[in-house]
């Protein structure tokens, strides 16, 4: 505004990584060379060592003040405002905001900032309406922490996993099978793959059922569900086909790709009369769902359009409810510990009494009930969490799993969520052992989320250096010299034969440059073999980024080998 005077001001919230402002500027295109010279402006302005003086104002006064100012949007804004509800606004010299608050006391307080980037955005988001300049910040309480924030961001960057997908060959998207749509490629399957064998054998372990589900049905189970309409905006269209009955009559009917395996899942429970005796019911899959995302959110493998899921439903009574909900809790930890997850956070989200039957299922003992057993097991646990009000799902508590890679960057991975409305609305009954019907809660859970999403997260926090388990390519054997190549393909069929991903490199290279294509291609472990090692029965074990291993006798490697995988060993 001291800039540009007649700037137009919108809106400016916190964000995750800081803030930003919307502007209308007239004239100019803010580019990064302005920077330097807003950032002089906000140093002056910190110096001036302003108050930021909340005040509760009548709707005539700021309208008053905003009007003088011209200050379109926000007059707009002030409208948005309820009837009735307060108007706070903050006032820093002579600027004044209409702002809910909190803020520091004064601009002295603010010690460290950084102007981020430029981007253009619609005024409210919508593409007819004026299109203004958003400008991103941030801020921090001291320099030392604004610098490491900014070297993570750096470190973030080299390990983006699209680049690092691109480099390993882990996945691709292609043009004409739509945006959104990931590819795996042969070494990204991998790494699927090794996940659903993971998250199978530890819910074979926990007693779950494996079931399989098409991906797509009919309109009539989504609107039982509730997804149409309330869910329709984030669903692909409906395909509509004719269908010849066996009268010879034609009927149109309207299927959905699904954007969840819930209602798939409750038919199963559904297929033949239930007893109490067979809950708790765990059925897993993971199953493949479809989500309409704006080509404008798709971001690599984090915003897709169609994401396989880790997902189970837990059919249970509500006796049960408490052990079922731990033992995935545990589920969860079992997971952060093989990926070395050490940092975490549950947000377990909870609803507001008086939001009951609006935003919220109308059953106040029940939503009661169903909390404190979801509070009582994290705080016996001594799991990690926070408990955030009014902002449950519509049918019972949920719980985000919030993770941070080895870098220090957030994640959300997962969602539980518990739900108590839904198996009603689906008719899913068991016979109680008193003979009389009841209907079951249902636990929703993906504790490693969405491979799109995992596998994403998993790329930064490894960088692409996967332990032994998960590597695309475990060991590469490399022949000094070509009298080595047979004894280096009896060994390679050996290990393949004991489900090794094993290769030889039988180019004409020289063994350095063997080495370094090998750590380009991020192999996890190299075993080197000249004249000596043949005729020792032994290799010359070098480890990805880590050198030189020492000679080691070939019986004894693939023991260490073999036991590095069974156990999923961390690195
Ligand atoms: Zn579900």
């Known amino acids: 505004m ?42 002056r302005i910190i110096k001036e060592n302003l108050v930021f003086q909340k005040e509760v104002k009548s709707r005539e006064e700021v309208s008053t003040i905003l009007k003088t100012s011209g200050q379109k949007f926000k007059i707009e804004r ?29 601009t002295g307080n603010v010690k460290a900032y950084k102007l981020l980037r430029v981007a253009a955005a ?21 320099k030392t922490e604004l610098e490491e924030w900014l070297k993570m961001l750096e470190e973030a960057k080299r390990r983006d996993h699209r680049k690092i997908g691109k480099e390993m060959r882990l996945f691709t998207f292609d043009e004409d099978v739509g945006p959104g749509l990931p590819l795996w490629l042969p070494k990204g399957g991998i790494l699927v793959n090794e ?38 905006e984030s669903m692909f269209p409906p395909l509509e086909m004719k269908e010849t ?19 798939h899942h409750h038919k199963i429970f559904a297929s033949y009369p239930r007893s109490y005796r067979e809950l708790p019911l765990r059925l897993a899959e993971y199953g493949c769902c479809y989500r ?25 009574t509500p006796e049960q409810f408490a052990s079922e909900f731990q033992a995935v809790n545990e589920m969860y930890m079992k997971y952060f510990k093989i990926f070395g997850i050490q940092k975490y956070l549950m947000r377990f989200s909870t609803h507001d009494p008086q939001q009951l039957g609006h935003k919220f299922v109308d059953d106040p003992e029940l939503w009661k009930e169903t909390e404190d057993r979801v509070r009582n097991v994290l705080k016996d646990s001594g799991i990690d969490y926070v408990e955030i009000p009014n902002e449950a799902a519509f049918y019972g508590p949920k719980i985000d799993v919030q993770v ?40 929703h859970r993906a504790p490693l989320g969405t491979h799109e999403r995992f596998i994403g997260f998993l790329i930064e926090h490894y960088a692409g250096n996967f332990p032994l388990w998960l590597a695309p390519d475990q060991v590469r054997i490399l022949p000094i010299g070509s009298e080595q190549m047979e004894y280096c393909e009896a060994l390679r069929k050996r290990m393949h034969a004991d489900g090794i991903r094993v290769s030889v490199d039988t180019s004409g290279d020289k063994i350095g440059g063997k080495i370094r294509n090998a750590e380009v291609d991020k192999v996890h472990t190299m075993f080197v073999v000249g004249q000596k090692e043949q005729e020792q029965n032994a290799v010359a074990v070098r480890r990805h980024g880590k050198g030189d291993q020492g000679v080691k006798p070939i019986e004894e490697v693939l023991v260490q080998i073999k036991t590095m995988i069974a156990e999923r060993a961390s690195d």
């Open 404 to 443: 941070w890679s080895a870098i220090g960057r957030e994640f959300t991975l997962a969602t539980n969520q518990v739900d108590f409305a839904v198996p009603g609305r689906f008719g899913l009954v068991y016979r109680t052992r008193e003979n009389t019907e009841a209907t079951p809660l249902c636990i």
């Open 122 to 142: 619609y005024y409210r988001g919508k593409e007819t309406n004026p299109q203004l300049q958003r400008l991103y910040g941030t801020a921090f309480a001291n």
């Open 245 to 263: 009955l066996n009268d010879g009559t034609e009927k149109v009917e309207r299927y959905y790709l699904k954007a969840m395996n819930c209602p």
């Open 292 to 316: 309409y995302e704006q080509s404008g959110e798709l971001f690599g493998l984090m915003r897709v359009r169609s994401l396989q899921m880790n997902d189970a439903h837990i059919y249970c």
């Open 2 to 43: 001291r800039i540009w005077p007649g700037s137009q001001l919108d809106i400016g919230p916190s964000t995750s990584e800081g803030f930003y402002y919307d502007f209308d500027i007239p004239e100019h295109r803010l580019s990064p060379e302005d920077f330097p010279r807003i950032e002089e402006e906000m140093k």
């Open 78 to 106: 002030l409208a948005d405002i309820p009837e009735g509800e307060e108007i706070s606004t903050y006032t820093i010299g002579d600027f004044l905001d209409l702002c809910a608050g909190p803020h520091v006391m004064r």
């Open 195 to 232: 996940l659903e064998k993971l998250a199978m054998e530890t819910e074979f372990q926990a007693g779950y059922e494996r079931v399989r589900t098409p991906h797509l049905a009919k309109e009539s189970m989504y609107k039982k569900s509730g997804h149409l309409p309330y869910y329709a």
